[in-house]
């Protein structure tokens, strides 16, 4: 069983920056490919950004593109997401996945191939 713990969330003003963190169990953590989702009150889950399980490649969100970063240190079995420049409409819950294929060198986009879900931390934008 794989758990993941988020962190980092809080109240920033707009402008500002957070860096959240998901601390993640299991030694094959190095090989799946992770990401991040946010769901707003009142909207669906949306993608934010997403790293592969091999290869370091990156895919962000068009709403998040230039502003936040995704990383990962797989000796600690944490994946980051730094995220500058907030606004309020970046106010959400945040939750960190695992996706359900190791060792690939692609990227997902869709809640559906992610098998493992944080609880989420809460992000507040402030204007």
């Known amino acids: 069983q794989v758990q993941l713990v988020e962190s980092g969330g809080g109240l920033v003003q707009a402008g500002g920056s957070l860096r959240l963190s998901c601390a993640a169990s299991?030694?094959?953590?190095?090989?799946?490919?992770m990401g991040w989702f946010r769901q707003a009150p009142g909207k669906e889950r949306e993608f934010v950004a997403t790293i592969s399980g091999i290869g370091g490649r990156t895919t962000y969100a068009d709403s998040v593109k230039g502003r936040f970063t995704i990383s990962r240190d797989n000796a600690k079995n944490t994946l980051f997401l730094q995220m500058n420049n907030l606004k309020p409409e970046d106010t959400a819950v945040y939750s960190c996945a695992r996706s359900r294929f190791s060792g690939s060198l692609s990227t997902y986009r869709e809640a559906n191939w992610y098998d493992y879900w944080g609880q989420g931390t809460q992000v507040t934008v402030s204007s």
């Open positions: 299991g030694r094959t953590f190095s090989n799946y490919g």
